[in-house]
């Protein structure tokens, strides 16, 4: 199955930084999720994007598939901000379904 | 309001019991999926169904089984051959006719003793 990768793995910022993390996935997929995991464990989703650019406020994702990666970026962070981000890349398995395959994680801790 | 349910949030066990956690969806989503997830560790896939009456295993269904009954609930137990039960349990749905994307629930902590 398709593999995805996450980078970097923690992450620590004051708050008020910019920051980006990368989602590389080593086949290409029919789409690219990203979501946000708070403290409680809620997964929220933030994105899907299987290419180009989308904006939520100080949150941006941008996904190149032909390269295979995603970004996502978060300006002017704030201490909500901190969780883990997770992406998820659709792969399309046999007998027509759509597996997600979750990477495993940036944890990011936005101090204040 | 549509979304996922899952019940209960917290839940105690005691080992060589089977338990059942509960999903219940009414977003009329076909397709459902349940995660497992370890302490900073990221998802993995147990089982899925994409319409009733079928499921298929995921890369760690081992000691897990499910029912798709109806379309709405997605029960996952986990039984007494599971060797390290303990862990966050998430479930999943979207629609399956076309790529969409992926809706959570609360998740339930399963701790066994």
């Known amino acids: 199955g398709i593999q995805v990768e996450q980078s970097p793995p923690d992450l620590i910022l004051q708050e008020g930084a910019n920051s980006t993390l990368r989602c590389n996935f080593s086949d290409s997929v029919n789409n690219l999720q990203w979501f946000h995991q708070n403290p409680w464990g809620q997964l929220i989703n933030l994105f899907y994007?299987?290419?180009g650019t989308k904006q939520n406020g100080r949150l941006s994702a941008t996904t190149v598939a032909t390269e295979r990666y995603s970004l996502l970026y978060i300006s002017s962070s704030q201490t909500t901000d901190s969780g883990v981000y997770f992406c998820?890349?659709?792969?399309?398995?046999?007998?027509?379904?759509?597996?997600?395959?979750f990477g495993r994680g940036t944890s990011l801790i936005v101090h204040p | 309001d549509g979304g996922i349910t899952q019940s209960p949030k917290y839940l105690f066990r005691k080992e060589g019991q089977n338990v059942t956690l509960s999903c219940e969806q009414n977003l009329n989503h076909d397709a459902m999926y349940w995660y497992r997830q370890d302490p900073g560790q990221g998802l993995r896939l147990i089982y899925y169904s994409q319409i009733v009456n079928d499921f298929q295993k995921g890369d760690i269904a081992e000691g897990y089984s499910v029912s798709r009954e109806k379309k709405e609930s997605f029960p996952l137990t986990v039984t007494s051959a599971q060797k390290n039960p303990t862990a966050f349990y998430l479930c999943?749905?979207?629609?399956?006719?076309?790529?969409?994307?992926?809706?959570f629930g609360n998740g339930t902590r399963l701790t066994v003793t």
């Open positions: 998820a890349a659709h792969d399309h398995a046999s007998g027509g379904s759509y597996i997600p395959t």
């Open positions: 999943a749905s979207r629609l399956s006719q076309v790529v969409s994307p992926l809706h």
């Open positions: 994007i299987p290419s």
